[in-house]
């Protein structure tokens, strides 16, 4: 009898404590949605434990999101898990400073010790030491990198036999550009050449995907962050990401260090002969920061590996999405673009070099990648931890402490309440009417007054981020992104028999696609090339 009332005792006694620690949690779900919220917890629990996969969990919440009144609170242990789909929800989230923080789940990212998933005070020192880096006139100077790089692009896809032609597969043309973009980065982040645009033979850029692949996989199932639980439960993987992982540490510590003697010894001749280097790229940036004692060589290659990883998945996955909202719009586009980009180009079609200002006079190409980074967008959700209590904006919801917020860019750019009935569909031209419309409204407000009312939501559209911990390379991305797209645009046409609806959409950090081998391109040489 004494031992029955003594487990009751500690039962109750654990109960009160869990429910203590849960109160704020419940608040939030109640003060989001009332009763109905609190009923619901059972579902989204059960819905939530069945769609742990990367390869399930985005078309899910495409799915049921609709069924649900979002924002939505879901009660996970002694934390909330907060799913946003709105701009104004957006908006506060990423510029409040108790949201500055990745969570714990982006712990299993293999790439976690650098910028990318920095906290806190270390992440804002790191931020402000590498924006340099990242400054206009840096920026510019890599078009030459841009350039070079983006024509021997051209020329693979001209002379590799399964890079043109009715039926080129979307991995072999996916592969090429990671390699190119890979071969762009490490020429600008590391300024070392690698040529990875003729070969790959290491498989660098394969082992980079991979391991982002493995990387969503933890981030959905966060037990598998501890090596002991990894190793019981999944053997085949841990080995598969020990192996990724280590190849990839290999290849750019070699590079840092050879970079690092050579630097060394430059600015030892450098300052017997009192020279000053004004230009400095990423790695020179970290290499003076080290010898001003602020930064280790371990940090370095740290935040190498990073800039890399980050730099070049984003960028050439957001080409591919662009490459394939081209192939499969039946319109005007690449008909629209071409005869635009003549108008920039010296001859009408000489693409072997594209500079800036010809980029600026290009608004349709500008309207077309927005309109493919917004229906496809490259990053699908992110995610924030929550430092400290803060209120939502416009409600009266207060978010506790530790939350794990989940930020669905993907399906909010996609929200007909957003974009308008046709949401869904690939329109370049919804950027462009949009932008004269507001020109026209500006017109009309310097003559008459008044508020602005056809101006869209700031953060209805978040290609790279916005608020505190936007992107630091958003003009980088952009730059690659477009010179790669000019030079292809005048040398080959596009076009595939697939519909942009039947694209299988996997969550894998990035947006990856699950029918991969079903999509199939024709690329043939523009007949004006």
Do not use: Y
């Given at each position: 009898m004494h031992l029955y009332v003594a487990l009751w005792v500690c039962g109750t006694l654990l109960t009160l404590l869990l429910g203590w620690q849960q109160r704020k949690c419940w608040r939030l779900i109640w003060q989001l949605n009332g009763w109905r919220g609190v009923a619901q917890q059972p579902l989204l629990w059960f819905l939530l434990c069945i769609n742990l996969h990367p390869d399930s969990i985005l078309d899910k919440v495409t799915r049921l999101r609709v069924l649900f009144k979002r924002p939505l609170a879901i009660l996970i242990g002694t934390r909330a898990l907060l799913y946003i789909d709105d701009p104004a929800g957006m908006e506060c989230v990423l510029n409040a400073a108790e949201c500055l923080d990745k969570t714990f789940m982006q712990e299993g990212f293999f790439a976690r010790k650098g910028l990318l998933h920095a906290r806190g005070q270390k992440w804002k020192l790191r931020r402000k030491q590498l924006n340099p880096a990242f400054n206009h006139n840096i920026v510019i100077s890599f078009f030459d990198v841009f350039n070079s790089v983006g024509n021997q692009l051209v020329e693979q896809f001209a002379t590799q036999s399964q890079l043109h032609g009715d039926a080129v597969k979307f991995k072999d043309a996916e592969d090429m550009l990671s390699r190119a973009v890979l071969e762009v980065s490490c020429l600008t982040i590391m300024g070392t050449p690698t040529n990875f645009t003729q070969a790959d033979d290491a498989h660098i850029a394969t082992t980079y995907k991979r391991l982002l692949e493995i990387s969503a996989i933890k981030t959905v199932k966060p037990w598998l962050q501890i090596d002991l639980l990894h190793r019981l439960l999944e053997p085949q993987l841990y080995a598969e990401a020990e192996a990724c992982n280590q190849?990839?540490?290999?290849?750019?510590?070699?590079?840092?260090?050879?970079?690092?003697?050579?630097?060394?010894?430059?600015?030892?001749?450098?300052?017997?002969?009192?020279?000053?280097w004004q230009r400095r790229i990423f790695i020179e940036q970290m290499f003076q920061l080290a010898a001003n004692g602020e930064l280790t060589l371990q940090d370095i290659e740290d935040e190498a590996q990073s800039m890399v990883l980050v730099s070049?998945?984003?960028?050439?996955?957001?080409?591919?999405?662009?490459?394939?909202?081209?192939?499969?719009?039946?319109?005007?586009?690449?008909?629209?673009?071409?005869?635009?980009?003549?108008?920039?180009?010296p001859h009408g079609n000489d693409a072997s070099y594209v500079g800036v200002e010809q980029l600026q006079q290009l608004r349709y190409l500008d309207a077309f990648v927005n309109e493919a980074l917004r229906l496809l967008a490259t990053v699908p959700m992110n995610l924030r931890h929550v430092s400290r209590d803060f209120q939502l904006a416009e409600r009266e919801a207060i978010v506790p402490q530790n939350t794990i917020i989940v930020l669905d860019t993907f399906n909010m750019q996609r929200d007909a309440a957003w974009w308008g009935d046709r949401a869904k569909q690939f329109e370049p031209q919804r950027f462009l009417q949009h932008q004269q419309a507001l020109e026209q409204e500006e017109e009309q407000h310097e003559q008459t007054g008044g508020q602005n009312s056809q101006r869209r939501h700031s953060y209805s559209f978040l290609p790279f981020s916005k608020g505190l911990r936007t992107c630091i390379g958003r003009r980088y991305s952009f730059f690659i992104m477009k010179v790669f797209l000019v030079k292809l645009l005048t040398s080959f046409e596009f076009h595939s028999d697939l519909q942009l609806d039947q694209l299988q959409f996997v969550e894998g950090i990035s947006l990856k696609f699950r029918n991969t081998d079903d999509i199939l391109f024709q690329i043939q040489p523009h007949k004006h090339a």
């Open positions: 190849l990839l540490v290999d290849f750019v510590a070699q590079i840092v260090q050879r970079k690092h003697r050579n630097w060394q010894l430059r600015n030892s001749i450098d300052d017997a002969e009192d020279v000053t070049f998945e984003t960028v050439s996955n957001s080409i591919m999405i662009a490459l394939l909202c081209l192939a499969t719009h039946k319109g005007d586009c690449q008909e629209r673009l071409r005869a635009e980009i003549a108008t920039v180009l």
